[in-house]
Nanobody, 122 residues
């Protein structure tokens, strides 16, 4: 079970930190990914972090602005989003997989949260 929080309305250039709380199993059993909705398409992988070594991967569009991290003691994964742009506006979802790699392959993720809305607008 995954629950996202931390979304909201922010001006361009602002920051938000999303949280994904994982229950029903130890966090270090899962690789966790952040995805965002794309109308008419599969969710886009934003950033993912691997189960065992905590390796991370980012979409080119967010590299250098977003940072993913995990706190296994709190069973929570975070997505720190800085220098936000209007094109970052979307519903952000976290997802879990037992596959141990950082790449965000949508088809490998089989447990999903409900999502949190991020709106970047002046």
């Amino acid at each position: 079970h995954l629950v996202e929080s931390g979304g909201g309305l922010v001006q361009p250039g602002g920051s938000l930190r999303l949280s994904c709380a994982v229950s029903g199993g130890a966090l270090d059993n899962y690789s966790i990914g952040w995805f965002r909705q794309v109308p008419g398409k599969d969710p886009e992988g934003v950033s993912c972090i691997s189960r065992r070594d905590g390796l991370s991967d980012y979409a080119h569009s967010v590299e250098g602005r977003f940072t993913i991290s995990r706190d296994n003691a709190k069973n929570t994964v975070y997505l720190q989003m800085n220098s936000l742009k209007p094109e970052d506006t979307s519903i952000y979802l976290c997802a879990a997989t037992v596959v141990d790699r950082p790449e965000c392959f949508y088809s490998e993720y089989d447990s999903w949260g409900q999502g949190t809305q991020v709106t970047v607008s002046s």
